[in-house]
Structure formats: structure tokens, C-alpha cells
């Protein structure tokens, strides 16, 4: 702390010799051992209580994720899938009850059809021989123009 050597305390011991007196000197410097061990427990003291209140702290800190997870593992203790899938159940089922209580048929919008099914041997659609009918195709159709056929850049009909 101080860094005092041997050699500044015989210098300082000599001028205390001096200064105080050979007669008074082992007082003073048995009074001084007491305050320098006085002041030694207080700083220990001090310490510990700083640590003491770490500990506490730590404690706290400790005793609130204990808590958390308890209070998790409360919570899957009152997991109980069968009841959840009950209740799913039961809401779904009274979602189709009421589905079923109201009007069958809106009128506001056109009836829902079910698209045919598209398998690779009912992909071409029946035709009645002799029919006109040309071959679908994957582009998309061409805008239609209202009477007007459409001309090449060139201006000849397409």
C-alpha cells in the first residue's frame, strides 16, 4: 500500500526516538498498533459486509429464476393434451353446427363447384367428331379487341 521500506522505517524510528523520547515510545507505538488494528477490522468488516450483500444479491437474482422455473414446471405438471384436443374438438364441432343452422343456399353469390379432376387420361377433353374445336393451349389468350382485327406491323390482317 504505502511501500515503506526498511531502511525509511529505521529513519522514521529514529526521528520518533527523537522526536518522542525513549521513555514515551513504547506507548505511542503501542497505541499506534492499536489504531492500526482497529482500522485493519474495520476495513475487514467493511469487506465482508460488501461481500455479504453480493451473496444477497446473488441470492435474490438466484431465488428469482428458481422461482420462474418453478412456476414453468407447475405448468407443464397441468399439461394435459387430451383435454386441449377435447375442447378443440368441441369448438370446431359447434362451428359446424352453426354452419349447418344457417341458410343453405346465399344469394348474393354463385353456387361453389368443384373443378374436375385433371389426370393424365381424362386430359384431353371428349369432342364429337367433326367438331371444330381448337386445341387448348398453355399461353394466355390475346386481349380481344371489340371488331377490330388485329393487324401485323406491317398492316396487313393477321
Known sequence: MFEIGWGE????????????????????????????????????????????????????????????????????????????????????QQQIESAIDKPAVDTASPPVTAEPSTSPASAEPAVAPGADVAAPSSAPPEPATAGVDAAKPDGKPA
Not at 527523537?18 to 476495513?43: C, D, S
Request: charged fraction near 25%.
Open 9 to 92: 522505517l529505521l529513519l522514521i524510528g529514529v526521528v520518533a526516538l527523537i522526536a518522542i523520547g525513549p521513555k514515551e515510545l513504547p506507548t505511542v507505538l503501542r497505541t499506534l498498533g492499536q489504531w492500526m488494528g482497529k482500522l485493519r477490522r474495520m476495513a475487514s468488516e467493511f469487506q465482508n459486509q460488501f461481500q455479504e450483500a453480493m451473496r444477497e444479491a446473488e441470492l435474490a437474482d438466484l431465488k428469482k429464476s428458481v422461482d420462474d422455473m418453478t412456476s414453468q414446471a407447475q405448468s407443464y405438471a397441468n399439461f394435459d393434451p387430451v383435454s386441449e384436443v377435447r375442447r378443440e374438438l368441441e369448438s370446431t
